[in-house]
């Protein structure tokens, strides 16, 4: 942080937003929450598209998933954090690796992801996908959150029921051995979520990464060790959150 950014006393300077008529309580709180949130002006400063690439590189850093050649799939990518993160990672600019990054909004190019405006949950979707891969993918990853409604307990329904959609498509583009990393929230119905995924994966635990807002309860479910469509399901191995 620079010294312009300090007060006097050397701690950093909080930014307040002026009371404005044509803004509601809640956005004049999410404005100055991001003025003064350090993660948004470190990826202004280096040159990441959203703040959410340093919850992929965190949890990257953990759990070793992002691997040089690998096949990525980014659902929900825009406005292109992860799939930014993960092209530095795959080594895209020496033309390893491959990833598809699909969502309903627009997204500005990124060098070497390829991106398709289009629905997941539309039936040509997987195949459409595999095409593009040009082959089945190694990682599923979403950062993917449905709109909130102000209500916790209506958003967490929502989000877990967007995430098992993502899981159902996950299974239908992975490669065995493949990993599934997707948003969740702390509430307790996600638990047929994560039985679900123990049939299909070796390996499922949540992840907080530090980067995740103290005061938010969003998770990510992390699933490793796809055992491929049809394969006889195995112990799932659990593990504590980090």
């Known amino acids: 942080m620079s010294a312009a950014e300090r007060g006097s006393d ?3 300077l909080k930014v307040k937003v002026k009371k404005s008529r044509t803004r509601t309580s809640s956005s004049h709180k999410w404005l100055e929450r991001q003025l003064n949130d350090p993660y948004v002006a470190r990826a202004r400063r280096e040159g990441w598209r959203s703040r959410a690439a340093f919850k992929l590189i965190e949890m990257d850093e953990k759990a070793k998933l992002l691997k040089r050649g690998m096949r990525v799939v980014d659902l929900g990518a825009a406005p292109g954090g992860w799939s930014q993160v993960a092209a530095k990672k795959l080594g895209l600019a020496e033309g390893h690796g491959r990833i598809v990054a699909i969502d309903l909004l627009e997204m500005d190019p990124i060098p070497g992801v390829i991106f398709a405006q289009l629905d997941f949950l539309v039936p040509e979707a997987p195949a459409r996908l595999l095409e593009m891969l040009d082959g089945p ?5 979403s ?3 449905a709109n909130a409604t102000g209500h916790r307990k209506t958003d967490h329904l929502k989000i877990v029921a ?5 899981a ?3 299974r239908q583009v992975l490669a065995p051995g493949g990993a599934f990393l997707a948003k969740v929230l702390q509430g307790g119905t996600e638990g047929a979520l994560l039985a679900d995924l123990k049939r299909d994966f070796a390996s499922v635990k949540h992840v907080k990464p530090a980067a995740s807002r103290a005061d938010s309860a969003e998770l990510y479910v992390l699933a490793t060790g796809f055992r491929g469509p049809g394969v006889a399901s195995a112990p799932a191995q ?3 959150p980090d």
């Open 10 to 12: 050397g701690r950093p």
């Open 162 to 166: 967007l995430v098992e959609l993502a």
């Open 137 to 141: 993918a190694d990682l599923v990853m």
């Open 238 to 240: 659990d593990a504590d």
């Open 143 to 145: 950062d993917m959150a």
């Open 168 to 170: 159902d498509f996950a």
